[in-house]
C-alpha cells in the first residue's frame, strides 16, 4: 500500500515540557501508515523558517521522503498545548502558518505525483478542500479528516468534501452513541460512502449508510500512558490500511466482516500511540536551532 499525507505539518509545543515535537494531522496519518508496513511520503508547504526546517528534517527521519513538498516564504504552523492526566490539552495555534495560508495545490505536475499512491490523505487543516474532486478523478482513494469543530459539520461545508473522498474521519467525543451516529450520517447524507467517529476510551463507531458497528478501545494502565497525541490519527492509520488490506478500492466496498476488522487495527494503532511522547517523537528543545542534536 502506497499513502501520500497531502497539506498540514505543523509544530506541536508542548510548554509543560518545552519541547517541539513535529506533527500535523496530514502527516502523522502518513507516518502512521508507515509504521504499519505501508509505503508512505508528504507532500506539502514547508515555512521557510527555522521551525521548517525542523518539520521536514523530522518528517524525513520518520522514513516518509518529502521531495515534491515546496517551501514559501512564512512562518511555520505552531500549536501550543500541554499534558493534563496523561490526555494533551490545546491551548491555542498561530493559524498554521504558511501551509494554510499559501496551501499545497495539485498544479505543477503534483497531480501525477499523487496518482502514484493507492490513497491520499488530508484534513480540514490543510485548506485542500479545492483540490478534493482533483484527487478523486486520479482514482485512488481518499481519506479527509473532519475534526471536531461545528464549523465543519455544517452542511455547506460536508457538501463541499463528502461527495469526493471515500472515508470520513470525525472526532465524536463527549457523544453517546445516538448523538454520535447523527453526526456520522451527516456525512453519508451528503455523500461520504464510509465515515469513521473516534470517542477516545469510548471507542468508535463507522457506518457506510447500511450497516452501523461499534468497537471498545483498547485500553493501558494509566501507568503505562505518556500522551494521547495523535491517538485518533493512529486509529485512522491503523483502520485504513486493515481495510485496504482486506480489498477496500473504489470500486469494492468493503464488507460488514472487514469494517469490523478495521475497527480492531485502528483500536490496536491508537493503543500503540498512547505510548509515544509527541506525535512521532523527535521533539527537540523549543527554541534550540535546527542543527542540534535533535534525536
Do not use: K
Not at 485518533?232 to 480489498?247: E, M, P, R, S
Amino acid at each position: 500500500m502506497r499513502v501520500l499525507g497531502f497539506g498540514d505539518n505543523i509544530v506541536d509545543r508542548f510548554v509543560d515540557r518545552g519541547i517541539d515535537y513535529p506533527g500535523g494531522n496530514a502527516v502523522n496519518v502518513a507516518v502512521y501508515a508507515h509504521r504499519l508496513g505501508a509505503e508512505a511520503e508528504y507532500l506539502g508547504v514547508f515555512g521557510d523558517d527555522d521551525l521548517g526546517l525542523f518539520l521536514r528534517a523530522a518528517i524525513e527521519d520518520a522514513g516518509l521522503p518529502t521531495t515534491r513538498s515546496l517551501v514559501r516564504p512564512g512562518a511555520s504552523g505552531v500549536s501550543t498545548l500541554r499534558v493534563v492526566d496523561g490526555d494533551r490539552t490545546f491551548l491555542g495555534w498561530n493559524g498554521g502558518g504558511v501551509t494554510v495560508s499559501a496551501p499545497i495545490d495539485l498544479d505543477d505536475g503534483r497531480a501525477q505525483y499523487a496518482a502514484g499512491f493507492d490513497l491520499v490523505h488530508s484534513s480540514v487543516y490543510s485548506r485542500t478542500e479545492s483540490q478534493l474532486p482533483r484527487l478523486q478523478a486520479l482514482g485512488g482513494l481518499v481519506s479527509f479528516d473532519l475534526s471536531s469543530e461545528a464549523e465543519f459539520r455544517e452542511p455547506s461545508y460536508l457538501a463541499r468534501v463528502a461527495p469526493f473522498v471515500d472515508v470520513v474521519l470525525l472526532s465524536c467525543a463527549g457523544l453517546d452513541d445516538e448523538e454520535a451516529f447523527a453526526v456520522l450520517d451527516a456525512a453519508i447524507a451528503q455523500g461520504a460512502p464510509l465515515a469513521l467517529g473516534t470517542r477516545g476510551t469510548r471507542g468508535a463507531l463507522v457506518t457506510d449508510g447500511t450497516a452501523r458497528l461499534m468497537a471498545p478501545a483498547r485500553l493501558l494502565a494509566d501507568e503505562m500512558l505518556v500522551d494521547t497525541m495523535g491517538c485518533g490519527d493512529a486509529y485512522l492509520a491503523g483502520f485504513l490500511v486493515a481495510l485496504h488490506g482486506a480489498g477496500w478500492r473504489r470500486t469494492n466496498a468493503p464488507s460488514v466482516e472487514d469494517l469490523g476488522d478495521a475497527l480492531a487495527a485502528g483500536a490496536d494503532a491508537a493503543r500503540d500511540q498512547c505510548l509515544v511522547e509527541g506525535a512521532f517523537s523527535r521533539g527537540r528543545r523549543s527554541g534550540a536551532a535546527v542543527t542540534a542534536n535533535m534525536w
